[in-house]
């Protein structure tokens, strides 16, 4: 990723980095509050790091000799805004230090790095291409948020059906939710020539879309309709909205004029409400997984003949296991079952081959199938982004060690996707794997910018601190993603392992102790268990959790594999290779 032009400069010092390209100063992730001036001071600082930065060059950077104010007093508050925007102190600095009625340094280590664009696969925005933005839910429910944002996506699949569109994938098209961006920027982003953005309004069986296209370069309204119907029209619409844009710009389509685009898969708008629903909290990931499976499984009780609402329900079963959210006996078989049904009834649908792909390698650690099912869901939808990062990150990379392929996979799961913080997090796990442990660390800082919520990337990023020995500043962007997460066990393995590196042996053991506590009032992952009772040197309990993990087929042993740099933590005890032989576990 360094054969690219040069983006901008990330400037990090302790938890913080100032980025330069955006002019903003982030805490492990989270963007606060500065004022200009004290910005600015901050900036100048670190343009000299260690150096005596003068009042003189100060009031000239910075005030100017056209602004009439007390320069005095404007200084003095602006460094005082910095300080407790730093939380620093006068009397002990960490960062700022004052040399009396000469100027300022700042003391602290910094790190500079060159932030390099990933490279894309070189789209030509001369070629047909569009992004379908988020319509907007002008409804007085907001629970139609959902059915609106179904509304955007049944549209983005349409229109990737006609070969000769580019259509921006949908999370990076999303990132733009809620936003106020000009469609020229848009277009310069996700390299498109035209724009589709819209409207949904509901109330009660009455449906009103609007949708308008746009050309990206000088923000000129091609096309603009709007829909007044039924609910139950609610497909109709959609696939009218895409042979609209179609025609609009100029495409043949190479089917049936009587074959529509839009494919509801169900006619009962009920099921497809709730799947939508469903569908749009399976994104989140996460603590919103369970809520995404109860919503799958009531769509498929109101239509048992919806191949899609099954493919959800075996995908969140398979997470649920694999968040280690749910005891895996319980809800791998469920997921087997659900995926299994989503294929027979629509063979020809990629989710369901790709949830097919996940329960059969968490589940029941069948490589073959998992890599059969993995390599059809991608034949029938190249841009299925979840199935290509998860066919890189858990069968490429950790069950077969083919890091190369696998580097391969996810990074163009990330150009297909490049405003998504979910590819970004997925390479850098990847590189981390890998030993690129630099390039690991800049791309999973990526994907938190990209979602400084996501409890996914936080942790990602701790895991690549933690592999390039920055122990202090992985420990803090844990503690980070525990608060997003609820103190989810993926994160406090990871401390207690990178306690343990770091030499603090009673935080390890700690960290541990209260996984044990936690594991008698709920579910926690016996595999994850291991790895923590091995950083606190509990090597009987270590393999008392590991014998557990392997015999309920803990969907979170994927990371006893020897191509995943922690499991060197437990092959180092002799008795835990031998476990693994007894049930066949490679």
Known sequence: MNDVPLSHTLIRFGVFELDTESAELRKQGVKLRLQEQPFQILRVLLEHPGKLVSRKELQQRIWPSDTFVDFDRGLYNAINKLRECLDDSVESP????????????FIAPVNRTAIHAPSTPGLDVTRDSIAVLPFINISTDPENEFFADGVTEEIINALAQIPQLHVAARSSAFSFKGKHVDPRT???????????????????????????????????????ERYE????????????????????????????????????????????????????????????IPPAAQCFERAVRLDPDYALAWAGLGDAYSA????????????????????????????????????????????????????????????????LIHARDAYALYYLQLATGRTTE???????????????????????????????????????????????????AHHTLQMALYFSGSFEESVAVGEHALALSGRHSWTMTTLAVTFNDWGKLADADATYAEMVARARRQYVSPALLAFAAAAASRGNEMISHAREALQTRDPDCFLFSKHWPMGAWLNAYPRFGELLSEVGFE
């Not at 953005?197 to 308008?212: K, Y």
Request: net charge positive; aromatic share 10%.
């Open 94 to 105: 960490r960062f700022v230090e004052t040399l009396s009625r000469r100027g300022y340094r």
């Open 406 to 456: 696998a580097l391969a996979q996810a990074k163009l799961a990330l150009e297909f996707d490049p405003l998504s913080s979910y590819p970004y997090s997925f390479y850098g796990f990847i590189c981390g794997c890998a030993g690129k442990h630099a390039e690991a660390v800049q791309t999973t800082r990526r994907a938190v910018e990209l979602d400084p919520e996501s409890y996914i």
């Open 186 to 224: 848009i277009g310069e982003q996700l390299k498109v020539r035209t724009v589709l953005e819209g409207s949904v309004r509901r109330a009660g069986d009455f449906l009103r879309i609007t949708a308008q296209l746009i050309n990206a370069a000088d923000g000129f309204h091609l096309w603009s």
């Open 229 to 288: 119907r039924q609910m139950k029209d609610v497909f109709a619409i959609q696939d009218e909205i895409a042979r609209s844009i179609a025609e609009r710009l100029m495409f043949t389509l190479d089917r049936s004029a009587q074959e529509p685009l839009v494919k509801a898969g169900t006619n009962n708008l009920e099921a497809y409400q709730i799947y939508v629903k469903g569908r749009t909290l399976a994104y989140r990931r996460g603590g919103a």
């Open 320 to 383: 649920l296991g694999y968040f280690a959210l749910a005891r895996s006996e319980v809800c791998m078989p469920k997921g087997m079952e659900a995926a299994r049904r989503a294929v027979t009834l629509n063979p020809s649908l990629a989710e369901a081959h790709a949830a097919l792909a996940m329960a059969a390698l968490m589940g029941n650690w069948d490589k073959a199938e998992a890599e059969r099912e993995f390599l059809r869901a991608l034949e029938l939808n190249p841009r």
